[in-house]
């Protein structure tokens, strides 16, 4: 076994990190894990490697970390901390749990990022395959980490990750079939700038070979421009224009253009997704299922049936007339925007959070023209209150309200509520000001919304 007697170590202990820690101390090798929380915080991961040989080294990390064969980074770990610094220096590997996968992995990776969507189009594209009959493993930055089912995967089955800018930047292959949705400001309280995010985020199709496929948005310009970098087969799919490879819209149709054949998929009206954005997502997924053998039988019946993911633009209740939506993956201006674009129906708007250091004008402007109220909450409260204060003219006069958390914001909406409106959670930050993650906060945000349908019975 090629890590057997060897030392790991493992900086990190998040998801990926005990993931990673059981499948190395079961190939034998010497694992020990660094992470700056205590034992006391890290006690349900630990819990989870019980009984495994493992040597921890937590509440900072200490020179004895260096002490390995190979360091493996977790994706939540800036590489520019002084441990990893003086890794470098001194010349130790460095690699992920994203990176091991990737080189031990049977099948050909179908790999999809963008600043937004990902989630919701790496997990229609696994409906897509497994509609299609195909044994399907979906993972990477959703769901449980890979690493953990790699021997299980065999040439024939197809593999969908989702893949962020931190599992990106350490790669040095790229998939076989690599989607690239959009590019938007995001994460720069970790990239320190917004050209280093973008080169992230296309190492996912710089080491693509000829007969590899790489899947663009034609409608951005960003991610069209990566298109002159392409060394595989250029796949793309768009809501404005039809393509020569890929998927569009034609008079409301679905159409899927490949190998010189054209698929009508279904018509929008059957896509169960709320938003253009959601409609540019089918777009993405049914092209890039095409590129892995997907026909449009197959993607007709995961599309039409497909209701979403959790936390992501999530009707959670209605009550006397007022819908509930949890979108609390909207942790940057650029999904809140897009989430604002999906109604027509008056919105009070819950927004907040800890910011990421992304600009706010576009969404104050959008807020002030669709929201009906908006109601701010956490660390970044001030700020979003500053840039709707900053539009100009009549627009000033929105409602705007702050509440001390999320529980007395929920509590302000019902109370100003009126039948056909829609309240929104949609933060436009993250949740690290409050919670563990944006999922903790959408169950929290969900819990609320029911406590007020147990109120209304």
Same mark, same amino acid.
């Given at each position: 076994?090629?890590?057997?007697?060897?030392?790991?170590?493992?900086?990190?202990?998040?998801?990926?990190?005990?993931?990673?820690?059981?499948?190395?101390?079961?190939?034998?090798?010497?694992?020990?894990?660094?992470?700056?929380?205590?034992?006391?915080?890290?006690?349900?991961?630990?819990?989870?490697?019980?009984?495994?040989?493992? !040597?921890?080294?937590? #509440? $900072?990390?200490?020179?004895?970390? +260096?002490?390995?064969? &190979?360091?493996? =980074?977790? *994706?939540?770990?800036?590489?520019?901390?002084?441990?990893?610094?003086?890794?470098?220096?001194?010349?130790?590997?460095?690699?992920?749990?994203?990176?091991?996968?990737?080189?031990?992995?049977?099948?050909?990776?179908?790999?999809?990022?963008?600043?937004?969507?990902?989630?919701?189009?790496?997990?229609?594209?696994?409906?897509?395959?497994?509609?299609?009959?195909? !044994?399907?493993?979906? #993972? $990477?930055?959703?769901?449980?980490? +890979?690493?953990?089912? &790699?021997?299980? =995967?065999? *040439?024939?089955?197809?593999?969908?990750?989702?893949?962020?800018?931190?599992?990106?930047?350490?790669?040095?292959?790229?998939?076989?079939?690599?989607?690239?949705?959009?590019?938007?400001?995001?994460?720069?309280?970790?990239?320190?700038?917004?050209?280093?995010?973008?080169?992230?985020?296309?190492?996912?199709?710089?080491?693509?070979?000829?007969?590899?496929?790489?899947?663009?948005?034609?409608?951005?310009?960003?991610?069209?421009? +990566?298109?002159?970098?392409?060394?595989?087969?250029?796949?793309?799919?768009?809501?404005?224009?039809?393509?020569?490879?890929?998927?569009?819209?034609?008079?409301?149709?679905?159409?899927?253009?490949?190998?010189?054949?054209?698929?009508?998929?279904?018509?929008?009206?059957?896509?169960?997704?709320?938003?253009?954005?959601?409609?540019?997502?089918?777009?993405?997924?049914?092209?890039?299922?095409?590129?892995?053998?997907?026909?449009?039988?197959?993607?007709?019946?995961?599309?039409?049936?497909?209701?979403?993911?959790?936390?992501?633009?999530?009707?959670?209740?209605?009550?006397?007339?007022?819908?509930?939506?949890?979108?609390?993956?909207?942790?940057?201006?650029?999904?809140?925007?897009?989430?604002?674009?999906?109604?027509?129906?008056?919105?009070?708007?819950?927004?907040?959070?800890?910011?990421?250091?992304?600009?706010?004008?576009?969404?104050?402007?959008?807020?002030?023209?669709?929201?009906?109220?908006?109601?701010?909450?956490?660390?970044?409260?001030?700020?979003?209150?500053?840039?709707?204060?900053?539009?100009?003219?009549?627009?000033?006069?929105?409602?705007?309200?702050?509440?001390?958390?999320?529980?007395?914001?929920?509590?302000?909406?019902?109370?100003?509520?009126?039948?056909?409106?829609?309240?929104?959670?949609?933060?436009?930050?993250?949740?690290?000001?409050?919670?563990?993650?944006?999922?903790?906060?959408?169950?929290?945000?969900?819990?609320?919304?029911?406590?007020?349908?147990?109120?209304?019975?």
């Amino acid at each position: 076994m090629a890590y057997e007697n060897q030392n790991v170590t493992i900086v990190g202990l998040g998801r990926e990190g005990t993931a990673l820690a059981k499948f190395l101390a079961r190939q034998g090798a010497n694992v020990t894990i660094t992470d700056v929380k205590g034992e006391e915080a890290l006690r349900d991961k630990t819990d989870q490697l019980a009984g495994l040989p493992i !040597r921890y080294l937590l #509440g $900072g990390h200490p020179e004895e970390s +260096l002490d390995a064969d &190979v360091i493996f =980074v977790s *994706p939540g770990v800036p590489w520019k901390i002084p441990i990893l610094v003086e890794a470098q220096r001194r010349g130790v590997a460095l690699s992920s749990e994203t990176k091991l996968f990737f080189s031990l992995c049977q099948a050909p990776i179908i790999g999809i990022t963008g600043s937004s969507g990902k989630t919701t189009t790496t997990s229609l594209v696994g409906e897509i395959m497994r509609a299609g009959g195909y !044994r399907t493993f979906v #993972g $990477g930055n959703i769901g449980a980490p +890979l690493i953990g089912i &790699v021997d299980e =995967v065999e *040439p024939q089955d197809k593999v969908v990750m989702e893949l962020s800018s931190f599992q990106l930047e350490v790669l040095d292959q790229s998939p076989h079939i690599a989607a690239i949705l959009n590019l938007s400001p995001n994460h720069l309280d970790r990239h320190e700038s917004m050209d280093d995010y973008v080169s992230a985020k296309a190492n996912i199709i710089r080491f693509q070979k000829s007969d590899d496929y790489a899947i663009l948005n034609a409608d951005q310009r960003l991610t069209h421009e +990566l298109a002159k970098d392409c060394r595989g087969r250029l796949v793309l799919f768009s809501l404005q224009q039809d393509v020569e490879a890929g998927a569009f819209l034609d008079q409301g149709q679905v159409i899927v253009r490949w190998d010189d054949e054209e698929w009508k998929v279904c018509h929008v009206s059957e896509v169960q997704l709320l938003g253009s954005h959601n409609l540019e997502n089918v777009l993405a997924s049914c092209a890039t299922a095409a590129a892995a053998g997907a026909r449009a039988e197959a993607m007709r019946a995961a599309v039409t049936s497909f209701c979403g993911v959790e936390h992501r633009l999530e009707l959670v209740a209605e009550i006397e007339g007022i819908r509930y939506y949890d979108d609390s993956i909207a942790t940057s201006p650029q999904r809140a925007m897009a989430a604002l674009n999906s109604f027509s129906e008056p919105i009070i708007l819950l927004a907040g959070g800890r910011g990421k250091h992304l600009p706010l004008e576009e969404l104050a402007q959008l807020i002030v023209k669709k929201a009906k109220a908006l109601i701010l909450f956490g660390e970044a409260a001030s700020l979003l209150e500053q840039a709707v204060m900053e539009i100009p003219g009549d627009q000033r006069e929105l409602p705007t309200y702050r509440s001390a958390d999320l529980s007395e914001a929920v509590s302000k909406a019902a109370q100003m509520a009126q039948v056909g409106d829609v309240v929104l959670l949609s933060p436009a930050c993250t949740s690290f000001d409050m919670y563990r993650d944006f999922a903790e906060r959408g169950e929290h945000f969900k819990s609320l919304v029911r406590d007020l349908k147990k109120v209304q019975r």
